[in-house]
């Protein structure tokens, strides 16, 4: 069965430090996958997504980037929080475009 | 404006009753998924509906689809205090980003 594990759970930073948010999918070879962002009662916006190693399309810039190093593996980051980063981060998976999505629990970012 | 965009902006019913969730869209697509989203989680898939199907059913669910006006419905019988939860419905606007929707908020009573 697959499994997709995200970390942190949650995370409170200061506007201006460093993020790395990390996602991790087991028992699914060379999943497409996406990272979205959620603003508290929103609707979810797409910001990235990667259908193969060492690729990663920018859907919307927010100031953020993605990588994926791994075939299982997919980071979010960025050098410098800003408030508007606040919101719940979700990663996903598909086996090929347009398919269902399956979501990870994902990540609760706090920015003060 | 919103590429995608559900009706009402929220319901409560009480268990036992059916609910439906309105969704119009503004792009041409191949296929339109819904979503439900309980508290804290992430999305769940309900169904997909592609372009070419008119009704799809799943268990106590059965999503329409209407190209022509864009629009398409999930409707959910009999019920339970566990499918209070918001619902999505998603597009892929013929391309690889899904656009969701900005959600139905439905709660259901005991």
């Known amino acids: 069965a697959q499994t997709i594990h995200q970390w942190p759970v949650a995370e409170i930073k200061a506007v201006g430090s460093p993020l790395s948010l990390g996602c991790t999918i087991k028992?699914?070879?060379?999943?497409?996958l996406y990272w979205y962002w959620q603003a508290t009662g929103g609707t979810l916006q797409q910001l990235f997504y990667?259908?193969?190693?060492?690729?990663v399309e920018s859907v919307v810039q927010l100031n953020l980037s993605a990588s994926r190093p791994k075939d299982d593996q997919f980071i979010l980051s960025t050098e410098k929080l800003l408030l508007s980063h606040s919101g719940f981060y979700l990663c996903?998976?598909?086996?090929?475009?347009?398919?269902?999505?399956?979501f990870g629990p994902g990540t609760r970012l706090t920015v003060l | 404006s919103q590429l995608a965009e559900e009706n009402p902006w929220a319901l409560s019913v009480h268990e036992g009753e059916s609910v439906t969730v309105n969704c119009s869209y503004k792009?041409?697509?191949?296929?339109l998924q819904w979503y439900r989203q309980k508290s804290g989680e992430g999305p769940a898939q309900l169904i997909l509906?592609?372009?070419?199907?008119r009704e799809k059913r799943n268990g106590r669910l059965r999503a329409t689809l209407d190209t022509s006006s864009q629009s398409s419905s999930l409707s959910i019988t009999a019920t339970r205090c566990e499918d209070t939860a918001v619902y999505f419905c998603?597009?892929?606007?013929?391309?690889?980003?899904?656009?969701f929707g900005t959600g139905t908020t439905v709660s259901v009573s005991p």
């Open positions: 996903a998976w598909s086996l090929r475009d347009r398919d269902e999505q399956y």
């Open positions: 028992g699914k070879s060379s999943p497409n």
């Open positions: 990667s259908i193969t190693v060492g690729q």
């Open positions: 792009t041409s697509i191949t296929a």
């Open positions: 509906i592609r372009s070419n199907e």
């Open positions: 998603a597009t892929d606007g013929g391309g690889r980003a899904l656009i």
